[in-house]
């Protein structure tokens, strides 16, 4: 559980801002998907140096065969969800 947590703080951290591709102007994270000033297309603007202390390329060779190697850049609402489908409908 303690692993979990850490696991949950280290996602939590990689994620800087929301970022509008167009113009630059940054948000904070919430749900939105639209600046408000040019109506360009935001993305999340991640904290490289956070990465770079957690994320290597042999851990992503080294994780699951599946999107879940890449967790790192994933929010935890993702996370939560899929933890929440699989135990949900178990794999046979």
Known sequence: ????????????ATFRALKCKECGAEYELKAMHVC???FGPLEVAYDYNVLRDTVTRESIQKGPHSI??????????????????????PQL
């Not at 559980?1 to 939590?12: D, F, P, R, V």
């Open 1 to 12: 559980m303690t692993q979990a947590i850490a696991n949950q703080t280290k996602t939590n």
């Open 68 to 89: 879940w190697r890449y967790r790192p850049f994933l929010s935890e609402k993702a996370v939560y969800q899929e933890r929440c489908r699989q135990h949900a409908y």
């Open 36 to 38: 408000e000033y040019c």
